[in-house]
DNA sequence: TGTACATCAGTGAACGCGCGTTCACTGATGTAC
DNA sequence: TGTACATCAGTGAACGCGCGTTCACTGATGTAC
């Protein structure tokens, strides 16, 4: 059965109260969310977000749970493309996760920032949402292992060891190698976003001239990934 | 003319808050720090800390600017060894900021954190102190440089305005491409840590396999920088 | 199409809390003679 | 060595503020007959 035009509504609602919540938080911080802000800015009062969302930490894990779907998806749709080449679709999820860091700041904060006072995320809700976008990262190396394309490492005792508890969690079922290629490869880049974004590589934020920067360096990490 | 008792005294006062601050921050984030908070914790009340700072940002300045110079320590002391050969040194470098950053989380989310929501850190105070920590990173980059051993890259137009303005900040002649060098090395290296001390690389924080897993990474980071 | 009732969205007042900061004060520590 | 005074550390009450959350309520929207 269709919505009715209540629900039609109500969702609406919650995608405003959203929405509005990623706002403050892009503007002021996430700790500095508040439920009694997002209202005054809706126009409402903040009992009446009681009819949306059952506490305020409920919002906020709700926003986490969207911001890695939405990493997901972005990862997801730069691999969209007809581009054969796997250093350019590399390139293009790298390319694709500092984007999505740079137009959506607020939900990149929710999930790598620093974690919100008094806020404890609910076990088993967040972690698979996590999983979902870093199997997105896999998922270009592994194009390129099956091409037979990837140099792969050998992996001591100790690295195993904390890379078995990602096959479960990221349910891949190829080498611990790629794993451990997608990890360092996603730490490369999360590291030069995480410098820009917080303003340590430039006072005055030039976004042109740090992404000339940023593409270079990727650049230079896939060249180093594939082998021929 | 020595302190007297009293200079003693206060000094002794400024330092516990500060370690109180510290102790408050890496508990419930930078956040969360609270002048009332510090101040029962020190079984006094909180007008007493306006004694020794003018206000509440007054305070988080100088952690921020305590932060920097013990992460710079640290840099330096790691190089202050016989070792000669320079992977050994880049690696000790790498892993000293790593190890500072596990040893001294309060100062490492204040400096590289979310920033703390309505405190606007005054301009001119954290910017050189920011700027002491990555010459440190330089220091061992350039002693590679004058031996020759640093693979240089060329850099495009657009790369060199973006590094340029380091020049004067940090007071370092060399090529723009030590400079660069040194960045990437240090986005590298702040990636890992960062993802490992937010918790995305391992659900349970069992620190010693992701150490072999950073030593193994920074390990092929530092043979592709040199020549030979 | 009209009426009676149930469901839901939103209000406004109130709660207890912790915050940074001010102010007038008390008592202890240091200094000058 | 003793006294008078200045300096300083810390207190306790109070300020205004914003917070999350509860509660009883009003009106509007939907549903059943």
Excluded at 4 to 19: G, L, N
Excluded at 170 to 193: D, E, F, M, R
Excluded at 211 to 219: L, M
């Amino acid at each position: 059965m269709s919505p009715t035009r209540r629900e039609r509504v109500r969702a609406e609602t919650i995608d405003e109260i959203k929405e509005t919540a990623r706002m403050q938080i892009s503007k002021n911080g996430a700790a500095a969310l508040s439920l009694r802000g997002i209202a005054a800015e809706m126009g409402m009062t903040a009992p009446a977000l009681y009819r949306y969302f059952d506490s305020r930490d409920d919002l906020v894990t709700a926003l986490i749970v969207d911001a890695y779907k939405s990493l997901a998806a972005a990862l997801a749709a730069s691999q969209e493309t007809e581009e054969e080449s796997h250093d350019k679709r590399i390139m293009a999820s790298a390319c694709a996760y500092r984007a999505w860091a740079l137009t959506h700041r607020a939900e990149y904060s929710l999930i790598f920032g620093t974690p919100i006072p008094n806020y404890h995320a609910p076990v088993g809700i967040t972690g698979p949402a996590a999983a979902q976008s870093l199997i997105e990262l896999i998922r270009v190396l592994d194009a390129v292992y099956q091409d037979g394309l990837l140099t792969l490492n050998e992996l001591s005792p100790a690295l195993i060891k904390m890379l078995e508890p990602w096959v479960e969690k990221l349910g891949y079922t190829g080498p611990l190698s790629v794993i451990q290629l997608a990890l360092t490869n996603w730490a490369k880049i999360h590291g030069l976003v995480s410098l820009e974004l917080n303003g340590h590589l430039s006072d005055v934020p030039e976004e042109v001239n740090i992404g000339s920067f940023f593409e270079k360096e990727i650049c230079s990490l896939v060249e180093r990934m594939l082998t021929d």
